[in-house]
């Protein structure tokens, strides 16, 4: 059977940057390198090349003292992928709508069903589900800069996401969430590329990326 990981680094960098988008390492927390590599089993030297490519994704902060410091949330980054989420999504819809296949459909059909909304505290599998769904619809664009576009974004944003549902969330607003969800398909499905970017445009609008970024002040 093959090996999960190829290398340590891998294992490390794996490791630790599920501990941060599920939360267990929270935004601001220093993380002691020597600590870190007893706790999970490595040298420092793998764990830092895992460290330095958390980093490069802006998940953590290194220091001169050999500790790391997961990236706090900011009003600016919340902005931005707002912004970036506001203009790509529903272009995806639309293009999905012109371009998606068969294939395509009962993808996003099979990720509809299996999605739950969320509440506070979120399980990874929650998150995860709510991922598969919108990169369904993402590949139904059949462009690829834009699918990895919004797919780079994905995990960086669902710290955001677990900030706004800290206060929990009501069931009204849940519901709707859901409802956009059915409609995008519906939409997809019957070629309507300017109803799919109109659903996905509210969507981005209300979503808890935008509640995070309230929440933080940006402007």
Known sequence: MAEPFTTKSDFAYTTLRQKILSGE????QVLNQATLARTIGISTTP???GLR???SEG???LDAHRDARVTELTAAEARDLLEVRASL???????AALRRTESDLRALRAALRGLEPLRR???????AAHRRFHAALYRASHNNLLIATLEGLWDKADRYRRLALADGREDEEAELKAAEHRQLVEHVAAGDADAAADVMRRHVSTSLGAKAAARLGAT
Do not use: I, N, W, Y
Not at 25 to 28: E, H, I, K, L, S
Not at 121 to 127: E, F, G, I, Y
């Open 25 to 28: 390492f929270a935004p601001g």
């Open 47 to 49: 764990l830092r090349e």
């Open 53 to 55: 490519r958390l980093k």
């Open 59 to 61: 998940l953590v902060e």
């Open 89 to 95: 999504d529903p272009l995806a819809a639309s293009l």
């Open 121 to 127: 505290d979120p399980r990874t599998a929650d998150l």
